[in-house]
């Protein structure tokens, strides 16, 4: 069983940024893709950004330009850095991992930006 550790959330305001990390249990060279996701209250969840095994990261266009996703091949850990934070990326961030046959989620970690 494959464990997803998120970390990094917490509370900033407008403009602000934060740094999630998720932590594999295992190489994540293993996985076709890895990729964050979002959900807000009330919505359905998202796709943020995404990595795949080979290519370029993918972005939403509500955070191209202000997300940058990473990935630490030796740490086992992908990130996403966030810069400009609105309001409306208030959310439960969820890391995901892509395997040959099965999807693996983390728990989420809540983003909160206000004032």
């Known amino acids: 069983q494959v464990q997803l550790v998120e970390s990094g959330g917490g509370l900033v305001q407008p403009g602000g940024s934060l740094r999630l990390s998720c932590a594999a249990s295992?190489?994540?060279?293993?996985?076709?893709?890895m990729s964050w996701h979002r959900q807000a209250p009330g919505k359905e969840r998202e796709l943020v950004a995404a990595i795949p095994s080979r290519g370029s990261t993918n972005y939403a266009d509500s955070v191209k330009g202000r997300f940058t996703m990473s990935r630490d091949n030796a740490k086992n850990t992908v990130y996403l850095q966030m810069n400009s934070l609105k309001p409306e990326d208030t959310a439960v961030y969820y890391c995901n991992a892509d395997g040959i046959l099965s999807a693996y989620w983390g728990q989420g970690t809540q983003v909160t930006v206000s004032s």
């Open positions: 295992r190489s994540i060279f293993t996985f076709n893709r």
